[in-house]
């Protein structure tokens, strides 16, 4: 019987998206979130006329947005403001040195000739190779589902797989085109972004810092909030139903299916199809019945996780630019203690924002909004590490950092400071172990090996965002929703 119903569990991109989707093709779609407001991870924090985006700060890869909100019916460039970042990054050095990423092929050849001589063909080279991986990772990889073993353990798919170097490790692979470890680093450090250490994701990655160059690195006005604003738009138009503060605290199943979901205040709903955007670990450990699929997917690796500091600022520095990057010589060892150690590295690498240098309405007139990210390690099962001191040995570690660039009296200017820990990515979006990129992009978590879409149970059960098929990110939350809500339709025509 063709469904009429379907609850989406979480507001976040995945499921707004597979939410306008659903709705469009004529089923009654209804969003549970269990916080006040949309966007899960894709945050935003306002207090005294500083706006700050909690979570992710980096439009990257726009083409896959421009093509996603083609396939919602609309036109990305008519509802985002958007302006291109370019120098992409500052990145800053622990002995003082720096690089401004930037597509200007002028300046990175002077900039990186000066680093070490002959590089910038090495650099030429690898953005040849980025791109390669690009085009393969996107057709091959990522606009496509995986719904049984064959749809990827086939020839074409293993063949275009190994072209994209899936066994080399992505920090390995530099020595092809850098002796310089400065340029090692600047050109995987990016890999953070998919919740893995440069020492263990595949080669394959390189695909970013070149969209990175290539396609460019983008701000909405308004900040990255803007596009949970403009899905919202579009859901609202689709008909899609919005119940805020509604924690679901059960999935109802029988044998073969989800019967509706049970929520935190005792209420029941019914619907035809369940679809979970909650992180997808979190739904099996908390919201469905315990069974061997729990304890496997307890095994799986997890991302890292991230103490940020959210600053109101009562003057502006203007010399720090929208994203600056310090990154640690230490390099390596910084990966290890986040990854082995699940702690903060004792010389960090770390990243600051700056949004009012792209849009002045992100502070008050002559103030500054600040962010500083500085990963660290997930939370542990015994629950031993002590948030508060290495909270406090972070902020410290941003302020010695910015120093280096003249910074020195930030601390007496701040008005105002919220912080994240693990414990509050973990509470405020439901992501297991603090996780802020869910389960982790490892060669063996990807594609047809990553959790699927669909649970293999529950016939109507579905799942999309970060922690299932295609992965982490934005765009690829988007590229998610669109693809499970296709198959949602063609299982249940
Ligand atoms: C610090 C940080 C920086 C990032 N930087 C970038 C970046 O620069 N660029 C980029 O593209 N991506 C970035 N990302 C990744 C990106 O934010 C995520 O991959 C994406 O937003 C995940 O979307 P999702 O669809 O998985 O949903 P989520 O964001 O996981 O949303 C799920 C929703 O479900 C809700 N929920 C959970 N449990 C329940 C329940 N029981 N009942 C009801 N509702 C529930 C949650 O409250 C949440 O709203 C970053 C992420 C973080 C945390």
């Known amino acids: 019987m063709k469904p009429q119903s379907v609850i989406v569990i979480g507001a976040g991109i995945g499921g707004i998206t597979a939410a306008i989707h659903l709705a469009r093709s004529g089923l009654h779609v209804t969003v549970l979130e269990k916080n006040a407001h949309p966007g899960g991870r894709c945050d935003r ?23 996603e909100f083609r396939l919602l019916g609309t036109s990305m460039h008519e509802r985002l403001e958007l302006q291109r970042v370019d120098p992409t990054y500052h990145l800053v050095f622990d002995d003082g040195s720096q690089l401004a990423l930037t597509s200007d092929l002028k300046s990175m050849h002077e900039q990186l000739e000066t680093i070490q001589a002959g590089s910038f063909q090495g650099f030429l080279r690898y953005l040849q190779e980025g791109e390669h991986h690009y085009q393969l990772v996107l057709d091959t990889l990522v606009n496509r589902d995986f719904r049984k073993a064959s749809d990827f353990f086939n020839i074409q798919t293993l063949a275009a797989s190994l072209r994209i170097k899936p066994l080399t490790h992505h920090y390995r692979n530099m020595s092809a085109y850098f002796n ?22 595949p080669a394959t990655f390189s695909m ?14 308004g900040g990255m909030y803007s596009i949970v604003e403009t899905l919202m738009d579009l859901a609202r138009q689709a008909g899609v139903e919005f119940i805020f503060n509604s924690a679901v605290e059960r999935i109802e199943v029988n044998a073969t299916h989800a019967r509706g979901v049970l929520l935190a205040d005792g209420s029941r709903l019914d619907a035809d199809i369940v679809l979970a955007n909650a992180d997808l670990p979190y739904v099996y450990q908390h919201l469905l019945p315990q069974d061997r699929l729990v304890k496997a997917l307890a095994r799986k690796r997890f991302s890292c996780s991230a103490i940020s500091f959210f600053w109101g600022v009562d003057k502006t520095y203007e010399d720090l630019g929208p994203h600056t990057l310090f990154l640690a010589d230490d390099y390596r060892e910084n990966f290890e203690s986040i990854d082995r150690d699940l702690s903060l590295p004792t010389n960090p690498s770390l990243y600051i924002h700056a949004p009012a240098r792209l849009d002045p309405s992100m502070a008050p007139p002559g103030q500054d909004t600040l962010i500083a990210i500085v990963p660290v390690g997930r939370l542990n099962e015994n629950g031993e590490q002590k948030w508060d001191e290495l909270r406090d040995k972070a902020r410290q570690h941003v302020f010695r950092r910015l120093r280096a660039l003249g910074i020195t009296d930030l601390e007496a200017h701040i008005k105002f400071e919220e912080t994240y820990t693990p414990l509050a990515w973990a509470k405020r979006y439901n992501l297991v172990n603090g996780s802020t990129h869910g389960l982790s992009h490892r060669l063996t978590q990807m594609a047809y090996m990553r959790p699927s879409n669909r649970h293999p149970h529950y016939q109507n059960l579905y799942f999309v965002g970060a922690s299932t098929h295609p992965g982490t990110g934005i765009p690829t939350a988007m590229v998610s929703g669109r693809l499970v809500s296709r198959r949602i339709q063609e299982e249940h025509p």
């Open 45 to 67: 924090l306002s207090r005294s006329g500083h706006h700050f985006d909690t979570g992710p700060t980096l439009f990257v890869m726009p083409l896959l947005y421009e093509t």
């Open 180 to 201: 310089e470890a400065h340029l090692k680093s600047a050109f995987t450090f990016q890999d953070i972004y998919t919740g893995l250490s440069p020492f263990e994701a």
């Open 208 to 221: 970013m810092p070149y969209t990175e160059l290539a396609h460019g690195v983008w701000y909405p006005k």
